[in-house]
């Protein structure tokens, strides 16, 4: 009887064995292939403004508490000069940072910086081009752009045992250049497209336009013969355009009209929420932009 049940155990237990470490693992693997990422776009305002009441030292404070309370693992800036830069970094724990100055592409005007959760995100590469005729020319403007102009990007690697690796892209379009915002969409798409079939890729910005515009199109819609178009996350959550979704709070809270800051991704993501979020303390606003969120799964 002994030798009966001792040859059942032996048969047994690295059976259950097995069985509980093929479980274990696809239930890890399921966890990590469904883990969130957690982006957000925020024009800051820049922090030279005369903005009185709404300068810079009045609502630094408050740009920092909305980015600890929303706590996101990418995010894209823009309107950020030297100095706000270094007080994000400094403030903000826990995160990469990776940003030039458009003007000569180290310090001087404004980045459009990104940052990324350490724990979450491994740097793998990095770098800039500018939304010109000209883009490996730093400072270097074309079109009718009122102002110089760039991308920033991240090569970012998932710590988890995936170690899925993206492509992380921010902008900010010019505001008064109709040209120019085309050109720099179709330059972007352009790019986009050469990298899509190796990497997923998430864009963040400020694009100063509607979706009802050309470059929203040039982006977002099959009008270039080639390539695939990006994914505009908030209109997968939020179908049906409404009239009060500006996202340039104009400092009191503002809500009517169009988004012009906008959280696009390729197809290998999928939207699982997005919103804009009206932070605000007693009627102060942390920027003249409310920051836009999303939240992304890759497939």
Request: proline residues 5%; aromatic residues 12%; contains cysteine.
């Amino acid at each position: 009887m002994m030798t009966s049940l001792l040859k059942k155990r032996s048969m047994t237990e690295p059976a259950l064995w097995a069985w509980f470490l093929l479980t274990a693992t696809f239930a890890l693997h399921a966890a990590d292939r469904q883990a969130p990422v957690k982006v957000m776009s925020f024009n800051i305002r820049y922090g030279a403004a005369n903005d009185g009441e709404n300068s810079w030292k009045h609502r630094d404070y408050l740009v920092l508490e909305t980015l600890q309370n929303a706590r996101p693992d990418l995010i894209g800036y823009q309107e950020v000069l030297k100095f706000q830069a270094e007080f994000l970094q400094k403030n903000l724990k826990g995160y990469g940072f990776h940003g030039v100055g458009r003007d000569d592409g180290q310090e001087k005007g404004e980045y459009v910086p990104l940052m990324w959760r350490q724990e979450r995100f491994e740097l793998l590469d990095s770098g800039h081009f500018w939304l010109s005729e000209t883009p490996e020319i730093p400072g270097s403007v074309s079109w009718d752009s009122s102002l110089t102009r760039m991308l920033s990007w991240v090569l970012l690697k998932e710590t988890s045992p995936s170690g899925r690796e993206f492509i992380f892209a921010n902008t900010h379009f010019d505001h008064r250049g109709t040209q120019a915002r085309l050109e720099s969409a179709k330059l972007i798409r352009k790019r986009a497209n050469t990298i899509m079939d190796q990497y997923p890729v998430i864009l963040t910005g400020d694009f100063n336009t509607t979706e009802e515009g050309d470059p929203y199109a040039a982006l977002c819609k099959k009008t270039q013969p080639q390539g695939t178009p990006l994914i505009d996350a908030y209109r997968v959550i939020h179908p049906a355009p409404m009239d009060d979704e500006a996202s340039f709070s104009r400092w009191v809270g503002h809500r009517a009209g169009k988004r012009i800051d906008w959280i696009l991704h390729s197809n290998d993501f999928v939207t699982l929420h997005a919103n804009i979020n009206y932070t605000q303390e007693r009627g102060r606003y942390p920027s003249d932009h409310y920051p836009v969120e999303a939240t992304l799964r890759l497939k």
